[in-house]
Protein backbone atom coordinates (compact mmCIF):
# COMPACT_ATOMS: atom_id res chain seq x y z
CA UNK A 1 0.00 0.00 0.00
CA UNK A 2 1.38 3.23 -1.05
CA UNK A 3 2.52 6.12 1.39
CA UNK A 4 0.51 9.16 1.68
CA UNK A 5 2.16 12.44 -0.33
CA UNK A 6 3.70 14.61 2.22
CA UNK A 7 2.01 17.64 3.11
CA UNK A 8 2.26 20.33 0.72
CA UNK A 9 4.66 23.25 2.40
CA UNK A 10 3.38 25.54 -0.64
CA UNK A 11 1.71 28.61 1.75
CA UNK A 12 -2.34 28.81 1.20
CA UNK A 13 -3.33 31.20 -0.58
CA UNK A 14 -6.85 32.15 0.78
CA UNK A 15 -8.16 34.44 -2.16
CA UNK A 16 -8.01 31.35 -4.66
CA UNK A 17 -10.74 29.82 -2.31
CA UNK A 18 -13.34 32.26 -2.99
CA UNK A 19 -15.28 34.01 -5.93
CA UNK A 20 -15.02 37.33 -5.26
CA UNK A 21 -13.34 39.23 -2.35
CA UNK A 22 -13.78 41.72 0.55
CA UNK A 23 -16.16 44.12 -0.25
CA UNK A 24 -16.48 43.62 -3.70
CA UNK A 25 -19.21 40.70 -2.57
CA UNK A 26 -21.54 43.06 -1.38
CA UNK A 27 -24.72 42.56 -3.67
CA UNK A 28 -25.73 45.16 -6.33
CA UNK A 29 -28.07 48.05 -4.90
CA UNK A 30 -30.34 47.53 -7.69
CA UNK A 31 -30.63 44.27 -6.59
CA UNK A 32 -30.50 44.87 -2.80
CA UNK A 33 -33.52 47.13 -3.85
CA UNK A 34 -35.19 44.17 -4.78
CA UNK A 35 -34.47 41.71 -2.33
CA UNK A 36 -35.36 44.66 0.52
CA UNK A 37 -39.18 44.94 -0.65
CA UNK A 38 -41.58 43.87 1.51
CA UNK A 39 -45.25 44.00 2.14
CA UNK A 40 -44.98 43.88 5.56
CA UNK A 41 -42.96 47.53 5.97
CA UNK A 42 -40.93 47.96 8.94
CA UNK A 43 -41.86 47.16 12.17
CA UNK A 44 -43.31 50.17 14.00
CA UNK A 45 -41.11 51.05 17.29
CA UNK A 46 -40.42 54.72 18.08
CA UNK A 47 -37.34 53.41 19.81
CA UNK A 48 -35.49 52.41 16.43
CA UNK A 49 -33.96 55.94 15.39
CA UNK A 50 -31.80 54.47 12.63
CA UNK A 51 -33.14 51.02 10.35
CA UNK A 52 -32.60 50.08 6.67
CA UNK A 53 -34.86 52.95 5.18
CA UNK A 54 -31.96 55.21 4.29
CA UNK A 55 -29.57 52.40 3.74
CA UNK A 56 -27.26 54.03 6.35
CA UNK A 57 -24.04 51.92 8.25
CA UNK A 58 -26.04 50.43 11.02
CA UNK A 59 -29.46 50.52 13.20
CA UNK A 60 -29.73 52.73 16.39
CA UNK A 61 -31.71 52.29 19.17
CA UNK A 62 -32.95 54.72 21.65
CA UNK A 63 -32.43 53.12 25.16
CA UNK A 64 -33.53 56.56 26.87
CA UNK A 65 -31.25 58.85 29.05
CA UNK A 66 -29.76 60.28 26.00
CA UNK A 67 -27.87 57.45 24.64
CA UNK A 68 -28.37 54.91 21.80
CA UNK A 69 -26.98 51.47 20.65
CA UNK A 70 -25.86 50.60 17.94
CA UNK A 71 -25.93 47.76 15.87
CA UNK A 72 -24.19 46.46 12.50
CA UNK A 73 -22.69 43.28 11.06
CA UNK A 74 -20.33 42.77 8.02
CA UNK A 75 -18.92 39.64 6.68
CA UNK A 76 -16.92 39.19 3.75
CA UNK A 77 -14.64 36.24 2.26
CA UNK A 78 -10.82 36.69 2.14
CA UNK A 79 -9.25 39.91 0.40
CA UNK A 80 -5.94 39.01 0.96
CA UNK A 81 -4.03 35.17 1.32
CA UNK A 82 -2.90 35.83 4.90
CA UNK A 83 -4.99 34.63 7.22
CA UNK A 84 -4.07 36.73 10.50
CA UNK A 85 -4.79 40.01 8.07
CA UNK A 86 -7.63 38.70 6.45
CA UNK A 87 -8.99 38.59 10.09
CA UNK A 88 -8.14 41.38 11.10
CA UNK A 89 -9.26 43.36 7.63
CA UNK A 90 -12.75 42.04 8.36
CA UNK A 91 -12.93 43.04 11.59
CA UNK A 92 -11.65 46.63 11.00
CA UNK A 93 -14.18 47.11 8.58
CA UNK A 94 -17.45 45.82 10.47
CA UNK A 95 -15.75 47.75 13.35
CA UNK A 96 -16.09 50.88 10.71
CA UNK A 97 -20.23 51.09 10.71
CA UNK A 98 -19.79 51.97 14.69
CA UNK A 99 -17.55 54.18 14.23
CA UNK A 100 -19.54 56.07 11.04
CA UNK A 101 -22.54 56.46 13.08
CA UNK A 102 -20.33 59.26 15.43
CA UNK A 103 -20.24 56.28 18.22
CA UNK A 104 -17.50 53.68 19.98
CA UNK A 105 -18.23 50.06 20.33
CA UNK A 106 -18.28 48.26 23.15
CA UNK A 107 -18.11 44.44 21.95
CA UNK A 108 -17.95 42.24 18.91
CA UNK A 109 -18.90 38.44 18.23
CA UNK A 110 -17.03 36.66 15.11
CA UNK A 111 -19.09 35.26 11.90
CA UNK A 112 -17.08 32.36 10.64
CA UNK A 113 -17.66 30.18 7.50
CA UNK A 114 -14.85 27.81 6.78
CA UNK A 115 -14.67 25.02 4.35
CA UNK A 116 -13.22 22.46 6.96
CA UNK A 117 -12.23 19.69 4.20
CA UNK A 118 -10.13 22.35 2.04
CA UNK A 119 -8.21 24.56 4.42
CA UNK A 120 -6.92 23.44 7.89
CA UNK A 121 -8.57 24.52 11.06
CA UNK A 122 -5.27 26.28 12.17
CA UNK A 123 -5.75 28.65 9.03
CA UNK A 124 -9.42 29.38 10.94
CA UNK A 125 -7.40 30.06 14.29
CA UNK A 126 -5.17 32.65 12.47
CA UNK A 127 -8.44 34.27 11.16
CA UNK A 128 -10.05 34.36 14.09
CA UNK A 129 -6.83 35.94 16.10
CA UNK A 130 -6.91 39.00 13.56
CA UNK A 131 -10.06 39.62 14.39
CA UNK A 132 -9.35 39.57 17.78
CA UNK A 133 -6.49 41.87 17.59
CA UNK A 134 -8.39 44.67 15.46
CA UNK A 135 -11.03 44.55 18.47
CA UNK A 136 -8.12 44.99 20.96
CA UNK A 137 -6.61 47.79 19.06
CA UNK A 138 -10.10 49.21 19.51
CA UNK A 139 -10.10 48.65 23.05
CA UNK A 140 -13.25 46.00 23.02
CA UNK A 141 -13.52 42.42 24.00
CA UNK A 142 -14.08 40.03 21.10
CA UNK A 143 -16.84 37.96 23.05
CA UNK A 144 -17.86 34.91 21.23
CA UNK A 145 -19.07 34.17 18.29
CA UNK A 146 -20.88 31.30 15.41
CA UNK A 147 -19.36 29.52 12.72
CA UNK A 148 -20.34 26.83 9.87
CA UNK A 149 -19.10 24.66 7.59
CA UNK A 150 -19.29 26.77 4.34
CA UNK A 151 -18.38 26.11 1.07
CA UNK A 152 -15.59 29.50 0.83
CA UNK A 153 -14.13 30.89 3.87
CA UNK A 154 -16.06 33.97 5.19
CA UNK A 155 -15.50 36.49 8.52
CA UNK A 156 -16.74 39.45 10.03
CA UNK A 157 -18.41 40.60 13.49
CA UNK A 158 -21.29 41.54 14.67
CA UNK A 159 -20.53 44.78 16.75
CA UNK A 160 -22.59 46.82 19.24
CA UNK A 161 -22.06 49.91 19.69
CA UNK A 162 -23.07 53.24 21.56
CA UNK A 163 -23.54 57.18 21.16
CA UNK A 164 -24.91 59.98 22.71
CA UNK A 165 -28.21 61.33 21.05
CA UNK A 166 -26.66 64.38 20.26
CA UNK A 167 -23.68 62.91 18.89
CA UNK A 168 -25.45 60.61 16.49
CA UNK A 169 -24.24 61.10 12.21
CA UNK A 170 -26.59 59.75 9.99
CA UNK A 171 -25.83 59.53 5.84
CA UNK A 172 -29.25 61.68 5.27
CA UNK A 173 -27.48 64.74 6.87
CA UNK A 174 -25.94 66.88 4.61
CA UNK A 175 -27.37 70.59 4.01
CA UNK A 176 -26.66 72.41 0.75
CA UNK A 177 -23.05 74.20 0.39
CA UNK A 178 -21.43 71.05 3.07
CA UNK A 179 -17.83 70.25 1.91
CA UNK A 180 -16.62 66.61 1.15
CA UNK A 181 -14.22 65.23 2.70
CA UNK A 182 -12.73 61.53 2.45
CA UNK A 183 -10.06 60.22 4.86
CA UNK A 184 -8.41 57.16 3.17
CA UNK A 185 -7.54 57.15 -0.50
CA UNK A 186 -9.72 54.89 -3.22
CA UNK A 187 -8.20 51.89 -5.54
CA UNK A 188 -8.06 49.16 -2.84
CA UNK A 189 -10.60 47.21 -5.18
CA UNK A 190 -8.12 47.26 -8.06
CA UNK A 191 -4.95 46.09 -5.78
CA UNK A 192 -7.07 43.18 -4.51
CA UNK A 193 -7.98 42.24 -7.42
CA UNK A 194 -4.28 42.42 -8.83
CA UNK A 195 -3.63 40.22 -5.93
CA UNK A 196 -6.18 37.03 -7.29
CA UNK A 197 -4.78 37.23 -10.86
CA UNK A 198 -1.47 36.90 -9.69
CA UNK A 199 0.07 40.02 -10.96
CA UNK A 200 0.43 41.92 -8.17
CA UNK A 201 3.99 42.73 -7.07
CA UNK A 202 5.74 41.60 -3.78
CA UNK A 203 6.55 45.40 -2.98
CA UNK A 204 2.97 46.19 -3.64
CA UNK A 205 1.16 43.92 -1.41
CA UNK A 206 1.21 45.74 2.18
CA UNK A 207 -0.25 48.94 0.23
CA UNK A 208 -3.86 47.39 0.53
CA UNK A 209 -3.33 45.32 3.91
CA UNK A 210 -1.65 48.88 5.76
CA UNK A 211 -5.09 50.81 4.36
CA UNK A 212 -7.53 48.77 5.24
CA UNK A 213 -6.23 47.94 9.12
CA UNK A 214 -6.53 51.60 9.64
CA UNK A 215 -9.47 51.99 12.00
CA UNK A 216 -11.91 54.78 11.71
CA UNK A 217 -11.66 55.82 14.95
CA UNK A 218 -11.92 59.39 14.26
CA UNK A 219 -15.64 58.65 13.40
CA UNK A 220 -15.86 59.24 17.05
CA UNK A 221 -14.68 62.52 17.21
CA UNK A 222 -16.34 63.62 14.30
CA UNK A 223 -19.77 62.72 16.07
CA UNK A 224 -18.46 65.40 18.97
CA UNK A 225 -18.46 68.04 16.02
CA UNK A 226 -21.80 70.12 15.43
CA UNK A 227 -20.49 71.41 11.85
CA UNK A 228 -20.40 67.50 10.97
CA UNK A 229 -24.14 67.13 9.08
CA UNK A 230 -23.56 63.73 7.30
CA UNK A 231 -21.18 60.73 8.27
CA UNK A 232 -20.91 57.70 5.94
CA UNK A 233 -17.78 54.91 5.53
CA UNK A 234 -17.03 53.97 1.63
CA UNK A 235 -17.25 50.51 1.25
CA UNK A 236 -18.24 47.90 -1.20
CA UNK A 237 -20.35 50.57 -3.52
CA UNK A 238 -17.39 52.59 -3.76
CA UNK A 239 -17.06 56.01 -3.73
CA UNK A 240 -19.15 57.10 -6.27
CA UNK A 241 -22.05 54.79 -4.82
CA UNK A 242 -21.95 55.98 -0.86
CA UNK A 243 -21.93 59.67 -2.41
CA UNK A 244 -25.18 58.80 -4.50
CA UNK A 245 -26.62 57.16 -1.13
CA UNK A 246 -25.75 60.67 0.71
CA UNK A 247 -27.24 62.93 -2.39
CA UNK A 248 -30.33 60.82 -1.86
CA UNK A 249 -31.00 60.59 1.73
CA UNK A 250 -30.74 64.36 1.48
CA UNK A 251 -32.45 65.63 -1.78
CA UNK A 252 -29.43 67.02 -2.82
CA UNK A 253 -26.90 66.77 -5.86
CA UNK A 254 -22.87 66.64 -5.64
CA UNK A 255 -20.28 67.99 -7.47
CA UNK A 256 -17.01 66.10 -7.18
CA UNK A 257 -13.50 67.23 -8.22
CA UNK A 258 -12.22 64.55 -9.42
CA UNK A 259 -8.54 65.75 -9.51
CA UNK A 260 -8.65 66.01 -5.48
CA UNK A 261 -9.77 62.74 -5.01
CA UNK A 262 -7.22 60.48 -3.43
CA UNK A 263 -6.57 57.52 -5.53
CA UNK A 264 -3.45 54.98 -4.09
CA UNK A 265 -1.05 55.79 -7.13
CA UNK A 266 -0.30 52.02 -7.69
CA UNK A 267 -4.14 51.21 -8.52
CA UNK A 268 -3.98 53.16 -11.29
CA UNK A 269 -0.57 51.20 -12.79
CA UNK A 270 -3.01 48.26 -12.12
CA UNK A 271 -6.19 49.80 -13.50
CA UNK A 272 -4.09 50.39 -16.62
CA UNK A 273 -3.31 46.69 -16.63
CA UNK A 274 -7.31 45.98 -17.06
CA UNK A 275 -7.12 44.39 -13.22
CA UNK A 276 -10.88 45.60 -13.19
CA UNK A 277 -13.20 43.80 -10.11
CA UNK A 278 -16.36 42.26 -11.20
CA UNK A 279 -17.84 44.64 -8.78
CA UNK A 280 -16.57 47.57 -10.50
CA UNK A 281 -19.39 46.37 -13.57
CA UNK A 282 -22.19 45.57 -11.05
CA UNK A 283 -21.91 48.85 -9.15
CA UNK A 284 -21.38 51.55 -12.29
CA UNK A 285 -24.47 49.87 -13.58
CA UNK A 286 -26.77 51.25 -10.94
CA UNK A 287 -24.57 54.34 -10.88
CA UNK A 288 -24.37 55.49 -14.39
CA UNK A 289 -27.85 57.09 -14.77
CA UNK A 290 -27.43 59.29 -11.78
CA UNK A 291 -23.73 60.88 -12.97
CA UNK A 292 -22.25 62.95 -15.13
CA UNK A 293 -18.90 64.00 -16.39
CA UNK A 294 -17.44 60.63 -15.72
CA UNK A 295 -17.60 58.92 -18.98
CA UNK A 296 -13.94 57.37 -19.60
CA UNK A 297 -13.23 53.93 -18.21
CA UNK A 298 -11.07 55.06 -15.74
CA UNK A 299 -13.08 57.67 -13.58
CA UNK A 300 -15.90 55.00 -14.25
CA UNK A 301 -13.65 52.19 -12.55
CA UNK A 302 -12.50 54.36 -9.77
CA UNK A 303 -15.84 56.23 -8.87
CA UNK A 304 -16.99 52.46 -8.91
CA UNK A 305 -14.22 50.26 -7.54
CA UNK A 306 -15.37 48.35 -4.36
CA UNK A 307 -13.75 49.75 -1.12
CA UNK A 308 -12.80 47.56 1.94
CA UNK A 309 -12.66 49.05 5.57
CA UNK A 310 -12.39 52.31 3.25
CA UNK A 311 -12.57 55.69 4.74
CA UNK A 312 -15.00 58.51 6.21
CA UNK A 313 -17.00 60.22 3.86
CA UNK A 314 -17.82 63.48 5.38
CA UNK A 315 -19.63 66.30 4.87
CA UNK A 316 -18.89 69.61 6.69
CA UNK A 317 -20.33 73.04 6.86
CA UNK A 318 -17.89 75.39 5.01
CA UNK A 319 -17.46 77.52 8.34
CA UNK A 320 -16.70 74.69 10.34
CA UNK A 321 -14.54 72.90 7.58
CA UNK A 322 -11.15 74.38 9.24
CA UNK A 323 -12.27 72.74 12.39
CA UNK A 324 -12.93 69.25 11.32
CA UNK A 325 -9.54 68.97 9.13
CA UNK A 326 -7.67 69.74 12.44
CA UNK A 327 -10.10 67.20 14.32
CA UNK A 328 -9.01 64.68 11.45
CA UNK A 329 -5.58 65.30 11.01
CA UNK A 330 -5.10 66.01 14.69
CA UNK A 331 -5.83 62.31 15.19
CA UNK A 332 -3.05 61.28 12.29
CA UNK A 333 -5.78 60.99 9.88
CA UNK A 334 -5.29 62.23 6.17
CA UNK A 335 -8.13 64.61 5.31
CA UNK A 336 -8.99 65.74 1.93
CA UNK A 337 -11.85 67.96 0.25
CA UNK A 338 -13.36 66.45 -2.75
CA UNK A 339 -16.70 68.08 -3.22
CA UNK A 340 -19.50 70.04 -2.11
CA UNK A 341 -23.13 69.43 -2.07
CA UNK A 342 -25.26 71.49 -3.72
CA UNK A 343 -29.09 72.53 -4.27
CA UNK A 344 -31.39 69.32 -6.41
CA UNK A 345 -31.90 70.11 -10.09
CA UNK A 346 -34.01 67.19 -10.28
CA UNK A 347 -33.32 63.69 -8.82
CA UNK A 348 -30.20 63.57 -6.90
CA UNK A 349 -27.50 63.47 -9.45
CA UNK A 350 -23.64 63.57 -9.33
CA UNK A 351 -21.81 65.92 -11.40
CA UNK A 352 -17.73 64.85 -11.33
CA UNK A 353 -15.23 68.07 -12.97
Known amino acids: ?92 NALSDVYAMGGKPLLAVAILGWPVEKLPAE ?19 LAGGHSIDAPEPFFGLAVTGEVRLEHLKRNDGARPGDVLV ?6 VGILSTAQKRGVLKAEHTH ?23 ALTDVTGFGLGGHLLELCQGAWLDATLQMDQVPVIPEARTYLQQGCYPDGSFRNWKSLNAHISGASDMERMMLLSDPQTSGGLLVTVAPDELDTVLKVIRGAGVSAT ?17
Open 337 to 353: VIGTMTEPSGTPTITVH
Open 1 to 92: MPLPPPPSTEPVRLTQYSHGAGCGCKIAPAVLETILQSDLGTFPDPRLLVGYGTRDDAAVYDIGNGRALISTTDFFSPIVDDAFDFGRIAAT
Open 207 to 229: IGRDLMCQLNQVGSLLGLQSGVH
Open 123 to 141: LAARVIEGGRAACHEAGIA
Open 182 to 187: LTKPIG
